[in-house]
């Protein structure tokens, strides 16, 4: 016998969809501000030749690229406020917890951008009188930069999806209010499904946008 759908259970309920997805998206752009606020001023310390700077960036960088995210959001919602006596909210907990993820991988994208221009621009920049700031601002992060966008997006787009992480902290977004959805419908294929979508409605443009731009920068270099 086979299954029969009833999409038109999902229909009764499609503000609940849309609130979710309010959420996913704020969610999404809050922990990527954090984590490009993150990203820079790390990246920028990863490159320093002073020690002190460089060695507490890499600490950083390689603690957050090799455990798993949701560890560090449990760590952050349940052992933080133990060791710290500061209790976060779970929208606050999974915005820090993604920010500083994120951040990581930011710094990341940021060092190999910088370092993807040639060293004897910046020796050029410093031979005709700039300091190493205005050389990075006017001469390096331009093209650098042009060559970061297409990582960053497809990092905004994981990004997206690791939001879905919430719903261990109870945070509203498309799982978990699809998880609660289920208890009351007893839907799981179709509520699955149209999260499926939903996700894919909301991604795949942001994948598409990559793709055009990394193929614009190659045909201008």
């Known amino acids: 016998m086979g299954y029969v759908w009833h999409f038109e259970v999902i229909w009764e309920y499609q503000a609940v969809f849309y609130r979710a997805a309010v959420v996913t998206v704020e969610v999404t752009i809050g922990s990527l501000a954090i984590g490009l606020a993150l990203g820079l ?35 952050i ?11 976060m909210g779970n929208v606050t907990s999974l915005l820090v917890g993604l920010g500083l993820h994120s951040g990581a991988y930011f710094a990341e994208i940021f060092r190999a951008g910088i370092l993807s221009v040639e060293r004897g621009q910046m020796d050029a920049a410093k031979a005709i009188g700039m300091r190493h700031f205005q050389a ?15 990582p960053f997006i497809n990092e905004f787009a994981t990004l997206m999806k690791l939001t879905t992480l919430g719903t261990v902290l109870a945070v509203g977004e498309l799982l978990h209010e699809s998880e609660n959805l289920i208890n009351n419908t007893y839907r799981p294929l179709e509520v699955y499904t149209v999260l499926a979508v939903a996700f894919g409605v909301i991604i795949f443009p942001i994948i598409l946008l990559s793709q055009q731009l990394e193929r614009a920068l190659k045909v201008r270099s």
């Open 41 to 75: 001023a790390f990246g920028m310390m990863r490159l320093s030749q002073r020690a002190a700077l460089r060695w507490p960036a890499a600490f950083y960088i390689e603690s957050f690229r090799s455990t798993p995210v949701l560890v560090q959001l449990v760590w």
């Open 77 to 87: 919602y349940y052992a933080l406020p133990v060791l710290s006596g500061v209790q």
């Open 136 to 150: 990075m601002r006017r001469i390096i992060l331009p093209p650098a930069i042009r060559r970061m966008i297409p």
